[in-house]
Structure formats: C-alpha cells, structure tokens
C-alpha cells in the first residue's frame, strides 16, 4: 500500500475516533515499511507541535508498550503513571496530556500501527472512549489486510513497478470524481483517461456476461485501493448505505462472497484494472 493511501486512511480512522469518544486530542501512526519504528504522522486537536514525527520504539512509553503487546494499553495520569517508561514525558508534557489510550493495528498478527486518544485532565477513560477506539483500530486494520490480500492475489508472476500500483491509484480517484463532476464535457474526458488507464494496465477484454454499472465500477474502485465503506462513501460522496448496496449488486453479478473476492473477480473479468 502507498504511504499515501495508508495516511488517508489513517487520518480518516483518528476523525472518526475523536468523534465517537470525543476526546479533545487524538493522534497516531503506522510502522515504516522494512520494519522500521512506528513513527506519529497524523494528529488532531493538538495545540503544539511536540508530537508530530516522534519515533516510538516497542516497550518505550504507552505507545511502546502498546507495540510490544499487542494490545490496548492506558493511563489515567501519564506523568506519574508506574507501568510505563517514560522516554516521551517531555513531549507529552509540551502538548499537556495525562489521560492516555494507546490501541495497536494489528493484521495478521503483525502491530502495523498504533491509534491514541488523549484528555489534558487526569480522569478514568470509560468503556465508550475504549470501544470508539478499538473501533477505529479495526477500520485501518481492515483498509489494510484488504489491501495486502489484493496486491497477493492479483500481482502477475513477475512483480510489476511502482507504476502499476500508480495507475490503480489513479484510477481509483478518477472514477470516484467522474460522477461528481457536473460539466458534462469535463466528466466525458475523465471518463476517457480512465479509459486510456485501462489500457495502460493491460486490462484483458470483459467476460462476456459481467456488466457493472459506473457506480459499482466506482465502490470496487474505493474498496480495491483499500478504502472501507465508510471511507468509500465520503470519498464518493454517497451513503455508507447506499455503497454497501452498490457492492452487494456488483458481488453477485460477479458470484463472489466477499469484498475481496469481488475485486479480484472484476479485475479478472477487465472491469477494474
């Protein structure tokens, strides 16, 4: 996955954290590819800058702690809490916070991130703060095992460059901002580069029998660059619902099971690249 589809979908989980729990600051950040330290990319609600880029090594401070476990951890007074190193107390001092979450993103058991949420009072998080956040977790760990399993089931014998992978992402966006765009000119000639992107990929001639409207052609698109439902539908500008309708369409004129199966399915039968 692109660092830029994992920071998307990354700063879409922590909004809708800090909506559901309604902590006032919430940040996080995802391991580098290679293995390297998890490093905080995304942040909202703070007031400084002390957070932004910090290196978070496992077993060091909440967040490390969080890595090393694989599981939710949390403090009620960060400075002054037993159970955790305290490598970050100057940062987490700048930016004032004491009541901490710290929940891992974990596919395939492999921690790929960690999502914080944070109060600059020393107070009890209670089961809805816990819930929202583990909820969030959840959304990335989705975007991303969907992802992973795309790349695997789909990838020729010889692995394609970077390009391929720019041509899907290309792709992707343009089919979801087709739609929206009123001038009909305009919306003909987007619709014609994602033509020309097709042939690029080398996509193979449709099977005879698979027709997908634009629409479903649209949410395959979203869910194949990892995108989950939630993330499809503001990236498309329709109702989580109203996706969820359009991919159970495209599934079973497509006989797949699952969200995954779909994508691969339409890949297969050339009405995705």
Request: charged share 25%; aromatic share 2%.
């Amino acid at each position: 996955m692109s660092e830029r589809i994992e920071a998307v979908e990354l700063r879409a989980a922590l909004v809708r954290l800090r909506r559901g729990s309604g902590l006032p600051v919430v940040f996080g950040g995802l391991v580098q590819e290679g293995g390297l330290p998890l490093r905080i990319a995304e942040l909202h609600g703070a007031v400084t800058p002390a957070l932004r880029g910090l290196t978070i090594s496992p077993g060091n401070g909440l967040g490390g702690k969080c890595l090393a476990l694989a599981r939710p951890c949390a403090v009620t007074d960060y400075p002054v809490a037993r159970h955790i190193t305290h490598e970050y107390d100057l940062p987490v001092s700048a930016e004032g916070l004491r009541s901490v979450i710290a929940v891992p993103v974990v596919v395939r058991r492999q921690v790929r991130g960690v999502l914080y949420g944070a109060l600059r009072d020393a107070l009890p998080l209670g089961e809805r703060v816990f819930d929202a956040a583990v909820a969030a977790a959840r959304d990335v760990e989705q975007a991303l095992a969907v992802r992973d399993e795309v790349n695997r089931l789909v990838e020729p014998a010889e692995a394609p460059g970077p390009s391929w992978e720019e041509v899907r992402h290309a792709y992707g966006e343009l089919r979801a901002l087709a739609p929206r765009v009123e001038d009909a000119e305009l919306r003909a000639r987007l619709l014609a580069v994602c033509g020309r992107l097709e042939s690029a990929a080398g996509v193979p001639a449709p099977v005879a029998g698979v027709t997908l409207t634009p629409r479903e052609t649209d949410v395959l698109a979203a869910v194949a660059s990892g995108a989950t439902n939630a993330a499809a539908a503001q990236r498309l500008g329709l109702r989580p619902e109203t996706v969820k309708g359009y991919l159970r369409s495209a599934m079973r004129k497509l006989g797949a099971h699952t969200r995954l199966e779909a994508v691969v399915a339409a890949r297969r039968a050339g009405a995705l690249p």
